[in-house]
């Protein structure tokens, strides 16, 4: 079946260094891929996306890059701050499906 | 302007009660979700419904019960609650079925089972 598999956490960085969160996926076809990120306390919150081979998503310095060869959706930023502690979640979805397929979820933690 | 409302955030309650949780979105999609988070993040769906159909039931307890009495509400009834429902229930709504389409959240409500 589909599913998504993310590096296990938690990720701990100081504050202003480079961040990589892995994510690979098994689909049967050709999925959407999306991360999305959980602030304490709350919901969840689509971070970017990627809906074909070789496509970067980017939102507030964080990059994926969707990569069919690898199947691949690492999660990358350059520099990151405190206020990007949270859980991330990488997720797919197949054509003229209704379900998000949700990956386990990296806590990552900024110490200033 | 909350695009995704649950309520309650927060239920506590005993083992063998009966309760239900509401969602609301005022974004105008189609398509509405349950998912289950467990206390280790995990977050798996639990039921979908398009424009008041229900499309996806995930294995789900028949203790659960979904119901839609329009597109822009979907609420979750839980019958003779177990321990192992403790969790945080997530709402949320999509435009289409289409995959491209970003899923949107609601705040969770963190059920707690004495």
């Known amino acids: 079946g589909n599913s998504v598999t993310q590096m296990e956490g938690p990720v701990t960085l100081s504050e202003e260094a480079f961040l990589t969160i892995n994510c690979t996926y098994t689909a049967t076809g050709y999925p959407s891929l999306f991360w999305y990120v959980q602030y304490p306390g709350e919901g969840l919150q689509l971070l970017l996306k990627a809906t074909k081979a070789d496509d970067k998503g980017s939102n507030k310095g964080f990059e994926a890059t969707y990569r069919k060869e690898t199947t691949s959706f690492h999660l990358e930023k350059g520099s990151v701050q405190v206020s990007d502690s949270a859980v991330y979640f990488c997720a797919l979805r197949m054509d003229s499906s209704y379900k998000l397929i949700f990956g386990s979820g990296t806590r990552l933690l900024v110490r200033p | 302007d909350t695009a995704v409302s649950q309520t309650p955030k927060y239920l506590v309650t005993q083992m063998g009660n009966d309760k239900s949780i509401k969602c609301e979105q005022n974004?105008?999609?189609?398509?509405m979700y349950w998912y289950k988070q467990d206390s280790k993040k995990f977050l798996k769906i639990m039921f979908s419904y398009n424009n008041k159909e229900l499309i996806i039931n995930e294995t789900v307890p028949n203790r659960f019960s979904p119901k839609s009495p329009d597109k822009a509400h979907l609420n979750l009834h839980i019958n003779s609650l177990e321990l192992g429902d403790s969790a945080v229930y997530f709402c949320?709504?999509?435009?289409?079925?289409?995959?491209?389409?970003?899923?949107?959240f609601g705040d969770g409500t963190r059920l707690s089972i004495l």
């Open positions: 974004l105008g999609h189609d398509t």
């Open positions: 949320a709504s999509s435009p289409t079925s289409y995959s491209n389409q970003p899923q949107h």
